[in-house]
């Protein structure tokens, strides 16, 4: 298991805002062919596209060390589970306390059958030996599965690499 | 409206061994007890400054203290402000959503275990599926160069350095200092052509 | 030649593909794929459609993933959604911003006048895609099933574009030895895809005659229902209400165009596309799957290999080829697979000799790369007999009306194997060459006489008109 749990960015940049990860991401949670026309309950992902004037990306969970959706679940049915947090649905009350809790937004209140509600965030599709089906299929490759601990090495490496030229004699 | 700059520690290249003396002493500087021999240290050393080796040299990494710093910026929960020229990370207020980590491009800033009296703090809210069952989850939180804010005697990685390989910026000074250098410089080479 | 006056009616006044301004989120992924360049707007803003220049292709509608969630806040209820798209009520799949027009429920309605004498054509591409939108693997072949589902939502006739596409054969392979050996106007190009004749029309009018004058199957098909069919059912054919099930959203275009009305009355009443078939299907509570094998009927739907690889690229080409070359050797070609004119987008090139004639052919798939060989002729420089033209990528399996993939990955799979289910399909097939038709056959000698004769001429040629 990884020091610190992956999650899924976008680049703003280069999102346009065409909903492919949200279907995608609905597509592989749920019972569906391959076609539009095999798709029966309206689309719910766990990632959530937002558009301002100037560019688009999709919110999604950051699987937070201290995840604050965790703590205000009163019911206990968020939890930690092979570098994920999940949401336990049979436990889940609908008390919508983690909507409350998460800054992102990223956790939602999504319809589970007919008649009740249930917490729904991304969980980097577990089970999915790729990894997540959204930075699969995204047309402009916009998203990406980061491993936090790499990602700051990296910067590490670069900002050494840059070091020589802040010093002087 | 201020006119400082906020300071902040910066390694010279050409002067670094790579020891990791000054990861130590950042170490020992920021645990919650006097700590003269290694015998006494009872948690794993967690460093804020991160010493980097490539294929041509080796120095340590910190946080900038950056005027417009981005991981104060995209901090949802506003854990990090600036406080008496340096940024500072309120750990207490930190859910380890990791934005901070992405959002400094010197990745400056890490996420770590917290250990008090020699016992790693967990999450008494927060459950995890191991092998084992279900069990609480350790806390993990932003972490990183505070300039010693609360340390006695200030920066301990400067101080600590046998090469004297870390310098402590005020950057108005520095860019004075240079801008006097660059005149004399000038001033001599005239002078050879005259 | 007699001149009939033919009207231009565009798509402005009923357009066949809009865009919802609700729900486009400005991605462009359209602009990328649209073949002529119709659709217009500013990055993360939404797009209108150029219905003057748009050929109603709907590639636009197969690739746009902005669809209308259920937490968009703002927006028109669902209901209202589907009323103005001309949805069945009963249907629950997504809806994205770029659509088409909708027939479904005209169909439901014919269906249960009593009054009328229902007649349904299904194109080629549509029994290799169809099942899909039941869960099955992408590409399944299931004419069987397809005729089946046709005959259990209760039309009188389930006849078959495959047939008329053998028509089409005797008419346009005649019409093309005809053009070589008088100094007709070469080269000569196929005319069955309506998105390419509107694209000539409104680019290239003064090449309009390297169009064949062959009209398309599916018109063939429909003024055949209402004169030779009206005989052999023995209806009114005031009565016959003539539906067309097509992967091509043109074709709702094509079948309102006013000149196409040669059997006295609308040759075909509707087109609805292989999705609204499936739409239908599941209102109806059919259970396509556990559906045994159901036939055509066999005056106007019996159907060789020839008819049915109509629906890839290559495919017209390739049938009018083993029909050609008996035409003129009188000798049946060696091999009746001709892989060297099979293939994927693109511009396709081949020599074949045909007794003492080299014929030159070219096939060309995605309308974007006609333009390549109409300008080589302004040029001067098209060196060809023979030119199949397709709109869409890999021809009409990839056609704007075929079950839409959720995933952009599956896309190529899709193409792939819709293709490859088509050629197994004619491989399979008794019949291979269209004048092997015992049922074209029929159709000449009793009531058309012959190929590029007094009643084809009348009935299953046409005239083409600028839209510059």
Redesign the interface.
């Known amino acids: 298991m990884e020091r610190?749990?992956p999650?899924v960015?976008a680049d703003s940049e280069k999102c346009t805002g065409c909903r492919v990860c949200e279907i995608a991401c609905h597509a592989y949670h749920h019972v569906v062919g391959k076609t539009i026309g095999t798709v029966i309950e309206p689309i719910v992902p766990k990632l959530y596209v937002q558009r301002n004037g100037r560019g688009a990306a999709p919110v999604q969970c950051?699987?937070?060390?201290?995840?604050?959706c965790?703590?205000a679940c009163v019911p206990?049915a968020i939890?930690?589970?092979?570098g994920r947090v999940?949401v336990d649905t049979t436990r889940c009350d609908s008390c919508r306390d983690c909507i409350e809790a998460c800054?992102?937004g990223a956790i939602q209140l999504v319809p589970d059958g007919e008649t009740s509600l249930v917490g729904n965030k991304c969980d980097l599709c577990l089970g999915r030996e790729q990894g997540p089906v959204c930075v699969a299929q995204c047309p402009s490759q916009a998203l990406r599965l980061?491993n936090?601990?790499k990602?700051?090495?990296?910067?590490?490496?670069?900002?050494?690499?840059n070091?020589?030229y802040?010093?002087?004699k | 409206m201020s006119t400082n700059l906020n300071g902040f520690i910066?390694?010279?290249?050409?002067k670094c061994i790579g020891c990791k003396v000054c990861e130590v002493a950042c170490s020992v500087a920021h645990v919650d007890k006097e700590a003269i021999t290694a015998g006494v240290i009872d948690a794993p050393l967690i460093t804020r400054l991160?010493l980097?080796k490539?294929a041509t040299?080796?120095?340590p990494?910190q946080c900038r203290h950056c005027e417009d710093a981005p991981c104060a910026q995209v901090c949802?929960?506003g854990a990090i402000t600036q406080t008496k020229g340096k940024i500072i990370i309120d750990e207490a207020g930190?859910?380890?959503?990791?934005?901070c980590?992405?959002a400094?491009?010197?990745?400056?800033?890490?996420?770590v275990p917290v250990y008090k009296n020699g016992e790693v703090v967990i999450?008494n809210?927060?459950?995890?599926?191991t092998a084992d069952g279900?069990m609480e989850?350790e806390?993990?939180?932003a972490s990183k160069c505070d300039l010693c804010v609360d340390h006695y005697g200030g920066p301990a990685c400067v101080v600590a350095c046998p090469e004297q390989a870390l310098k402590m910026i005020v950057p108005k000074l520095e860019k004075k200092k240079?801008n006097v250098?660059a005149a004399i410089s000038m001033l001599e080479s005239v002078k050879r052509f005259i | 030649m007699s001149e009939k006056i033919i009207s231009v009616i565009g798509l402005d006044a009923n357009p066949v593909i809009q865009i919802d301004q609700e729900l486009c989120t400005g991605c462009l992924r359209c602009v990328a794929v649209c073949p002529v360049d119709a659709i217009e707007g500013a990055k993360g803003q939404p797009q209108t459609i150029r219905q003057d220049l748009c050929v109603a292709c709907g590639q636009c509608v197969q690739i746009c993933s902005a669809y209308a969630s259920i937490f968009d806040e703002g927006i028109a209820p669902r209901e209202q959604k589907m009323a103005e798209r001309g949805l069945l009520s009963s249907v629950k799949e997504p809806l994205f911003a770029a659509y088409n027009s909708g027939d479904g429920l005209k169909v439901k309605a014919a269906l249960s006048d009593s009054d009328l004498f229902t007649m349904v054509q299904c194109a080629p591409a549509v029994r290799v895609a169809i099942a899909e939108e039941f869960g099955l693997p992408l590409g399944s072949l299931t004419p069987g099933k397809m005729a089946a589902a046709l005959r259990k939502l209760g039309f009188d006739r389930v006849y078959d574009t495959n047939f008329a596409a053998d028509v089409t054969i005797m008419e346009e392979g005649s019409e093309l030895i005809q053009r070589v050996t008088t100094g007709g106007t070469l080269p000569m190009f196929t005319s069955c895809c309506p998105a390419w004749v509107k694209y000539v029309e409104q680019t290239y009018p003064e090449l309009l005659a390297h169009l064949s004058s062959c009209k398309s199957p599916q018109q063939m098909a429909g003024v055949l229902f209402k004169t030779y069919g009206a005989q052999v059912d023995k209806v009114a054919p005031e009565k016959i209400f003539s539906v067309s099930v097509m992967p091509c959203t043109c074709k709702k275009f094509e079948c309102d165009r006013p000149e196409m009305n040669d059997s006295g009355y609308r040759d075909v009443d509707v087109v609805i596309t292989t999705r609204e078939l499936a739409q239908l299907i599941k209102d109806a509570g059919i259970d396509f799957l556990d559906l045994a094998e159901g036939k055509f009927d066999k005056a106007l739907g019996n159907y060789t290999g020839a008819g049915t690889i109509f629906g890839v690229t290559g495919g017209v080409m390739e049938a009018a080829l083993r029909t050609g070359y008996e035409l003129i050797t009188k000798e049946a070609i060696p091999d009746l697979n001709l892989n060297f004119v099979r293939g994927g987008e693109g511009i396709r090139k081949a020599s074949v000799k045909v007794g003492d004639l080299t014929l030159k052919v070219a096939m060309v798939s995605g309308l974007k790369n006609a333009k390549v060989i109409m300008e080589q002729i302004k040029a001067g420089t098209a060196d060809y007999h023979f030119v199949e033209v397709m709109c869409c990528p890999v021809g009409c399996v990839s056609g704007g009306g075929q079950p839409k993939v959720l995933l952009p990955s599956d896309k190529p799979t899709s193409y792939a194997n819709r293709t490859a289910s088509t050629y197994v399909h004619d491989a399979n097939l008794p019949l291979r060459k269209s004048h092997d038709n015992p049922a074209v056959q029929k159709l000449y000698k009793a009531f058309l006489g012959e190929p590029l004769g007094h009643e084809s001429h009348h009935l299953l040629h046409t005239q083409y008109v600028s839209r510059k």
């Open positions: 610190l749990l999650f960015i950051h699987q937070c060390e201290g995840a604050p965790a703590w206990q939890y930690f589970d092979r999940m800054p992102f980061i936090p601990p990602e700051k090495r990296t910067k590490n490496r670069q900002a050494a690499e070091g020589k802040l010093v002087r | 910066i390694a010279d290249p050409n991160y980097v490539t040299l080796t120095m990494i949802p929960v930190c859910i380890g959503c990791k934005t980590l992405m400094c491009p010197f990745g400056a800033i890490d996420f999450q809210g927060l459950q995890m599926e279900l989850k806390m993990v939180v240079r250098d």
